[in-house]
């Protein structure tokens, strides 16, 4: 219930403020598992992305966000769950991969931490991540928000914020590097169609 009050009191407020826009949304498939790899460069494209989905889509975040009893109990509610950066994290990928047998859909930011509004570097164990977990790949460019909440802001200003979504694909077999190229090039083509 907390899930979709948020989401949709989100949605009403990201087109009120942002004039909010989501192209290719058809290209999420309509059942069963599957990773949304997006770019990341605000705290709100969590919410953008979660709120762009027609399907609901859980999230890895950062542990410390979990150590106020608030807003933890809302971070879960949401499908958030934590992880410890710096460190092989077992239990939030078993996680997602629970959460993918389950046929849900999880959000990934392989950039690992916030850019500053440029497309940074790809953790390898996030790319490592999409190899073994077997499953379509949809990768999202979300264009907006490190103008309305860059990393020093605590308050969002309005932008406008766009979301595109890539056509499904698998990487069963590639390698680390394939699969680096081939996310790279379809968030760059994504970012610039936004513009």
Not at 3 to 13: E, G, P, Q, T
Not at 29 to 37: A, K, N, R
Not at 91 to 107: C, D, N, P, T
Request: glycine letters at 8%.
């Amino acid at each position: 219930m907390i899930y979709y009050i948020s989401k949709y009191l989100a949605i009403f407020l990201l087109k009120i403020f942002c004039s909010f826009r989501v192209t290719g949304v058809k290209h999420i498939p309509s059942q069963g598992p599957c990773i949304l790899v997006a770019n990341h460069s605000s705290n709100l494209d969590p919410i953008v992305l979660g709120c762009a989905s027609f399907r609901r889509v859980y999230f890895v975040a950062k542990e410390e966000l979990f150590r106020n009893p608030l807003a933890s109990f809302f971070l879960r509610r949401l499908g958030a769950f934590p992880l410890r950066r710096g460190e092989g994290d077992k239990e939030a990928v078993k996680r997602i991969f629970s959460l993918l047998r389950e046929g849900k859909v999880v959000g990934l930011f392989p950039e690992g931490t916030r850019n500053r509004g440029e497309l940074g570097d790809f953790q390898r164990g996030a790319l490592k991540l999409l190899l073994h977990a077997g499953v379509p790949v949809v990768v999202a460019g979300i264009k907006g928000t490190y103008e309305s909440l860059p990393r020093d802001k605590k308050i969002p200003r309005p932008f406008p914020i766009r979301v595109s979504f890539s056509s499904p694909f698998e990487v069963k077999g590639w390698s680390v590097e394939e699969v680096e190229k081939k996310i790279r090039e379809e968030m760059e083509a994504l970012l610039s169609e936004n513009d």
